[in-house]
């Protein structure tokens, strides 16, 4: 391969050129500094270095792919990690990593400094080394932000509230879920996000729509960093990167802007990119196309099937048809004692709602821990896909639950969980598995998460397990995926969660009997009778799931 440099010069209708702003000139000594710094700093944090990743790359099944696995090749930690964390962790120190890896990029920036001094030749310059660069910035953005951008275009990111939410006082919700919410509740806006982002990241995959495509990304993933900031959203640090990644793309255009529009100056656009022998171009034409329709086609396939039949927040499995619906509390008993309806009581329960899939909620007037996270990661089980749970307080409990219809009887169990599970295993994204996220800080040496299998088994029995089925395959085939068998396959940790076993009687819902054991070992009788609540919220026209 070869350097050609091409302006694109208009002469004036006498054919002769004013002078030329923006034409290539010798490199100055900071820019040749400044440049090598930002190289070994965009190349930190543009590759993998992640083991898990490559793990996961080598690892996957093609043949039976979750949109995850493509999503997780996309949404990577990089950068020097001193911290046992990646960049994009929940924690502010994620932005440590990036502090390290620059002041590492600045010692080897000046180690090239002089090893470049001491050459005889004319100092370098870096024409086509920024060239290629620029390439690996741009494909990383690229990428990164479609797979970011497919989960608003379909939108199950921020999914319209559950009927549990729905009743829930608007006090009892952190500032992070009401901005999930009033998102959630307007999904044709999350679909314009998502076209958004996914337009910026198409823009960058071609060299002369990189400038729209990083003004795009810039513009768009400001603003979430902005509102990651005010609402605590927990992802600032992952935004920011495609803001920072934007940026640098943006720097090589700026002055020719600044000139052409501020200072009203003829400037000509000057660009160094390499000339291709035939070999080399079928080859650059070939990895193009396969990232095109690896990312643009394939992964879009893949988020639809997620929308339609697994939204990845959402429970996927339909709950009991017959239960769905809000209910009144007529009557309540603790241990044969009937407790009379007092909205100060703390253990009559106030309010049960039933969703479309397995949780039941209820509310009652004792304070209960919260779960601070987004509801986000990748798990595959239905209970610990938390969005309905995070960050509502209240009293709210949610729990989910494993019908046996044959016997009309729910297996339930908390939801929310001391010990979180990791979230984002593959791309080491998100939550941790020794932190805590109620108090905001790692967990105590004695709580620590331990592998040894710590989850009672035999709750329910082999009969009833019988009449259950396989959650695994209670949804669409079409998303019988690798990555869920695997999940499924692997052994339950940690799961010290609150349980009952409630048999359910009803004719057709409108009348519901609950009676069995609490998660105190207390013997439970709850009549429930279904009311219809009107919402100001209008139902959502983009419904994802099948239930």
Known sequence: ??????????????????????????????????????????????????????SHVFHINWTRLHYRDLYDIARFGSGINVFGNTIFGSPLYGYANWIITFLVSVAGGLIWTVIDSRRKDPPLEYNQLYYWLRVVVRYRAGIGIIGFGFTKLLPVQMPFPSLGLLNTNFGDFSAQKIYWLIIGIVPWYQVFAGIVEVTAGTLLFFRKTTTLGAALLVGALGDIVYVNFAYDGGVHVYSSYFVLLGGFLLVQDVPK?????????????????????????????????????????????????????????????????????????????????VIPYDPTDSIRWQRVTFE??????????????????????????????????????????????????????????????????????????????????????????????HDKD??????????????IGDENHMIDKTVWTARRDREFAAPLKNEHRNRMVLQYETTDGSHVILKGVDEHKDSIYVVLDRVNRPYQVKPSTLDAGKY
């Open 1 to 54: 391969m070869s350097t050609i440099t091409i302006p694109e010069i208009h002469a004036a209708r006498d054919n002769q050129l004013p002078p030329l702003a923006g034409i290539s000139t010798p490199w100055k000594t900071y820019e040749l500094i400044a440049f090598r710094i930002a190289f070994i700093f965009f190349v930190a944090i543009s590759i993998p270095n992640n083991a898990e990743w490559y």
């Open 454 to 467: 710590t989850t009672d088994r035999n709750w329910i029995s082999k009969a009833a397990w019988a009449h």
């Open 257 to 337: 802007l600044y000139r052409y529009w501020i200072k009203e100056e003829y400037t000509v656009p000057l660009y160094h990119f390499p000339v291709f022998s035939k070999g080399w171009q079928y080859a650059r034409v070939a990895l193009k196309t396969g990232v095109i329709v690896l990312f643009l086609g394939v992964l879009y396939y893949l988020q639809l099937v997620n929308y339609k039949y697994d939204p990845y927040k959402q429970p996927s499995t339909a709950g009991v048809r017959a239960l769905r619906g809000n209910y009144r509390v007529t009557e309540f008993r603790i241990n044969n004692r």
């Open 356 to 449: 479309k899939w397995t949780s039941l909620t209820y509310t009652v007037n004792r304070a209960a821990f919260i779960d601070l996270s987004n509801g986000g990661g990748d798990p595959m089980r239905d209970i610990n896909r938390t969005f309905e749970l995070t960050g509502t307080g209240g009293g709210q409990r949610v729990f989910h639950y494993y019908a046996d219809s044959i016997d009309h009887v729910l297996y339930l169990q908390d939801k929310y969980k001391a010990i979180p599970d990791r979230r984002n295993r593959v791309a080491g994204v998100g939550g941790d598995q020794n932190y805590d996220l109620n108090a905001g800080k790692p967990l105590a040496k004695e709580g620590r998460r």
